[in-house]
């Protein structure tokens, strides 16, 4: 079974400072895409951060980023300078070419003023 | 923008009635998909669509049933809803048809909160 662990369940950050969400995830297989979703308190969820498997380099979004280990099966998301709007419920996901997207369980952001 | 949006934000439903949560998108995505999100979980897929009138079990689907006899409109159907079915339920919608992320990502509707008593 491929599955997607969030190994942090919750994480807090001073706001303007960084933060790194964990994902990693269990595969066999050499392509696919990941993902990371944000779900803010009582609002839609929304793609924060898309990478394709066979791009080495590592997606960048304005103040997110990501950490793409292919061999560690790793896939951290870094905020820069967080804000008090980042504060939500982050969720990795990764999908296989041919087959269904997988979520991890979530990480809860908390910003500090 | 892509819209994906359901019928209802909030349902409180009694055990063993029939339930009808509907999900509409804008975009003329191929794919739809039901999910369902418990704390501790996170999503779980119930039921996917990759064409009209095409549905395809997703982990959970026992309990549920889908329609999708128009592209636009994936609808989830609790044939006779349990207190177990009491969670959040989300939509969405990927474009599909073609290599490379941007067509698999998903566009979320802002999800129902059923209860059921």
């Known amino acids: 079974a491929q599955t997607v662990t969030q190994s942090q369940p919750e994480m807090s950050v001073q706001e303007a400072e960084t933060v790194t969400l964990s994902c990693t995830y269990d595969?066999?297989?050499?392509?696919?895409?990941l993902f990371w979703y944000k779900q803010p308190p009582s609002r839609q969820m929304i793609l924060v951060i898309r990478?394709?498997?066979?791009?080495?380099q590592n997606a960048t979004e304005n103040r997110f980023s990501v950490n793409f280990q292919k061999a560690a099966k790793s896939f951290s998301l870094k905020i820069s300078d967080s804000q008090l709007g980042d504060a939500a419920m982050y969720f990795c996901?990764?999908?296989?070419?041919?087959?269904?997207?997988?979520f991890g369980a979530g990480t809860r952001l908390t910003v500090k003023p | 923008d892509v819209k994906v949006t359901q019928s209802s934000r909030y349902l409180v439903k009694r055990t063993g009635e029939k339930v009808f949560l509907e999900c509409v998108q804008d975009?003329?995505?191929?794919?739809m998909f039901w999910y369902r999100q418990d704390p501790g979980l996170g999503l779980r897929l119930i039921y996917f669509?990759?064409?009209?009138?095409?549905?395809e079990k997703g982990d959970i689907p026992e309990g549920y049933s889908v329609s999708r006899e128009k592209k636009e409109r994936f609808s989830l159907i609790l044939e006779s809803a349990s207190t177990n079915q009491t969670s959040m339920y989300l939509c969405?919608?990927?474009?599909?048809?073609?290599?490379?992320?941007?067509?698999?990502?998903?566009?979320f509707g802002p999800g129902t909160r059923l209860t059921v008593t």
């Open positions: 969405a919608s990927s474009p599909g048809g073609g290599e490379g992320a941007h067509y698999y990502e998903q566009y």
């Open positions: 595969t066999s297989e050499s392509d696919y895409y």
């Open positions: 990478q394709e498997a066979y791009k080495q």
């Open positions: 996901a990764y999908r296989p070419y041919n087959n269904d997207m997988r």
């Open positions: 975009m003329d995505h191929e794919n």
């Open positions: 669509s990759y064409d009209v009138k095409m549905k």
